[in-house]
């Protein structure tokens, strides 16, 4: 799994008070993925969230998910690595 052409959008000031850091696109092997919001936890930490519809009744039906904890971290792992070169970070 491999995750390639990684962009980024900051949020605004207004939102990243939310914790939005920013919306992220990129390439997970052939399938295009758009609409993953990049997010400061409480705790500090920064998590990928994928999108998801609302029912009637609040629940949340994501589109796309990792199959499991593993599989979202080295999403996430590859993702930060990308924004962090993008952002000239060493």
């Known amino acids: 799994m491999k995750v390639t052409n990684v962009r980024m959008v900051l949020a605004s000031k ?11 696109s990129f390439r997970l092997d052939r ?13 500090g930490e920064l998590r990928l969230v ?6 009637r ?5 994501p589109f796309l998910w990792p199959i499991d904890a593993a599989t979202h971290r080295a ?4 993702v930060f690595e990308a924004v962090r070169l993008a952002e000239g970070a060493p």
């Open 50 to 55: 994928f999108p998801a519809r609302r029912d």
């Open 14 to 24: 207004a939102d990243a008070v939310r914790g939005l850091v920013g919306y992220v």
């Open 75 to 78: 999403i996430e792992a590859q």
């Open 57 to 61: 009744r609040g629940r949340s039906h």
């Open 31 to 43: 399938v295009q993925v758009d609409g993953v919001t990049l997010r400061r936890t409480r705790g």
